[in-house]
Nanobody, 116 residues
Framework: VQLQASGGGLVQAGGSLRLSCAASGIIFSHYVMGWYRQAPGKQRALVGSITPDNDTNYAGAVKGRFTISRDNAENTVYLQMSSLKPEDTAVYYC???????????WGQGTLVTVSS
């Protein structure tokens, strides 16, 4: 199983960025996909998640600014980030959790740096 996150980079405050996470080795439509982030010196925290039926939930800190979507045909989940703030600076990870909660996978992260 591979979860390959990409799209990170350096962006100015107020800007936008879109992250992608391509999954392989799983039946993508059987998994809830999530995004997490880990800021320097802090614990990994949930950003949000999306079910196979496109139900989403978001952490309070990003609600209204970030949007998660998925393309089941392309086995890819996206994180559209807008109105970025310096405190959004973190390594962003995607994860996959099977609907029956039996299987759980993490991907490698992608670094997002927001300058003030």
């Amino acid at each position: 199983v591979q979860l390959q996150a990409s799209g990170g980079g350096l962006v100015q405050a107020g800007g936008s960025l879109r992250l992608s996470c391509a999954a392989s080795g799983i039946i993508f439509s059987h998994y809830v996909m999530g995004w997490y982030r880990q800021a320097p010196g802090k614990q990994r925290a949930l950003v949000g998640s999306i079910t196979p039926d496109n139900d989403t939930n978001y952490a309070g800190a990003v609600k209204g600014r970030f949007t998660i979507s998925r393309d089941n045909a392309e086995n890819t989940v996206y994180l559209q980030m807008s109105s970025l703030k310096p405190e959004d600076t973190a390594v962003y990870y995607c994860d996959a959790r099977s609907l029956n909660n039996v299987y759980y996978y993490w991907g490698q992260g992608t670094l997002v740096t927001v300058s003030s």
